[in-house]
């Protein structure tokens, strides 16, 4: 399932990250390399990663900063898995919210399940990448490249120098990928991919951003009573109590209105803030 594909691995335990490579390498067939973050940007790193697995504890940084480093090399939709040592809710809560596609604890850690995990970040990676062409009316779901593309050419043929935009997160993911696993949580993630696509939008773009953030841009700027309407049916079709494993889980999306420049000299940022809402405080609604 992995054969052929390219996995960087980023340890400063040198010998775990030879082992690691090597049985994926051996069971698996991956091209898998063994790395430090000091050599980010050395030459040997010839082949650009279908995944990257980075070490929380890195000596001196740690792999919440390479992840950043790392996006900013390879792009958003290369996934990144963490590996830690030091395993807690906490952490597990920061490195989904970071965007690491998975996070698995370093002791005893099971070849198989890194293997599986791997294997299903690409997938979804690859899901969120596919681009698909607006239809004639409503919206299309696009990739974040392909949407960034189609807003430059909005800009470009049509002056469109800004649009409104919602952005939609949902914000217990990184909670239920801890409590209840990587099944229930896609289940849960698919379901309300799925409910938002089916939303009678038109005249704009849908875009899902990695696993929690999904966002509407409109071509014409919608009047309050349309954005009003709007609120109100993301929260109807999507606000909704789950029972797993006997606990009460409340799946509450976040909403946010917020305006994105579509210049070319100013739609990097733009984007990149519309994405990450970087001052966005995770918030638990896990109810015992």
């Not at 698995?104 to 899901?127: C, M, N, Q, V, Y």
């Not at 009047?223 to 797993?244: C, D, F, G, K, P």
């Not at 579509?262 to 990097?268: A, C, M, N, V």
């Amino acid at each position: 399932m992995l054969r052929n594909t390219h996995v960087h691995i980023f340890d400063d335990d040198t010998l775990f990250a030879e082992q690691i490579a090597q049985q994926l390498q051996d069971l698996y067939g991956t091209n898998a390399w063994s790395r430090s973050d000091v050599d980010l940007h050395s030459n040997d790193m010839v082949h650009n990663p279908d995944c990257i697995i980075v070490d929380h504890d890195l000596g001196q940084s740690n792999g919440l900063e390479l992840a950043q480093r790392l996006r900013e090399q390879y792009g958003a939709l290369v996934p990144i898995i963490m590996l830690t040592g030091v395993g807690n809710e906490q952490l597990a809560v920061q490195a989904f919210k970071s965007g690491f596609a998975d996070y698995l604890p370093k002791r005893h850690l099971d070849i198989g399940a890194l293997a599986s995990a791997i294997h299903d970040a690409i997938t979804r990676a690859s899901e969120a990448g596919a681009s698909l062409v607006p239809p004639p009316s409503g919206i299309g779901m696009l990739s974040p490249g392909y949407l960034k593309s189609a807003l430059l050419k909005a800009q470009r043929e049509q002056g469109i120098e800004e649009m409104m935009y919602l952005r939609v997160e949902l914000e217990e993911f990184a909670l239920l990928h801890y409590q209840y696993g990587h099944t229930m949580a896609e289940r849960v993630r698919r379901s309300f991919i799925d409910s938002l696509g089916r939303l009678p939008v038109s005249g704009g773009y849908f875009a899902q951003i990695g696993t929690r953030v999904s966002v509407f841009i409109f071509e014409k700027t919608p009047t309050a009573a349309e954005i009003e309407q709007l609120r109100n049916l993301v929260s109807y079709h999507l606000s909704s109590t789950t029972t797993l494993n006997g606990r009460t889980v409340q799946i509450t999306p976040r909403l946010q209105l917020g305006r994105l420049k579509t210049h070319p000299r100013s739609i990097d940022k733009s984007f990149d803030e519309m994405i990450l809402d970087s001052e966005h405080e995770y918030r638990s609604s896990i109810h015992g």
